[in-house]
């Protein structure tokens, strides 16, 4: 059974930083691919950014630049540090793990970002 839970959400200003973890069950390793989605109220899940295997990573364009995913393999933790963000970033954040076909999600945290 995987099970992810994510932190750090919170309230902050246009502009300020946040960085969020996620915190992974001891049956994800390497082999999962991880990746971060955020969605809106009455939005689709949007893909922000994922970590392979092999260690690439990838972005979307809304993020690109600002955003940085990592993964400590040590600790089993995935996180997501998200620079000068903006009010459009406001949204809950989930994390997600994949292997095979098989796939899991995280309970999400909100990320709010005032004007």
């Known amino acids: 059974q995987v099970r992810l839970v994510e932190s750090g959400g919170g309230l902050v200003q246009s502009g300020e930083s946040l960085r969020l973890s996620c915190a992974a069950s001891?049956?994800?390793?390497?082999?999962?691919?991880m990746a971060w989605y955020r969605q809106v109220p009455r939005g689709q899940r949007e893909f922000i950014a994922a970590i392979t295997t092999g260690g690439n990573v990838r972005y979307s364009d809304s993020v690109k630049g600002r955003f940085s995913i990592s993964r400590d393999s040590a600790k089993n933790c995935l996180y997501l540090q998200m620079n000068s963000l903006q009010p459009e970033d406001t949204a809950v954040y989930y994390c997600y793990a994949l292997v095979d076909q098989y796939q899991w999600w995280g309970q999400g945290t909100q990320v709010t970002v005032s004007p």
């Open positions: 001891d049956t994800v390793n390497d082999l999962y691919t």
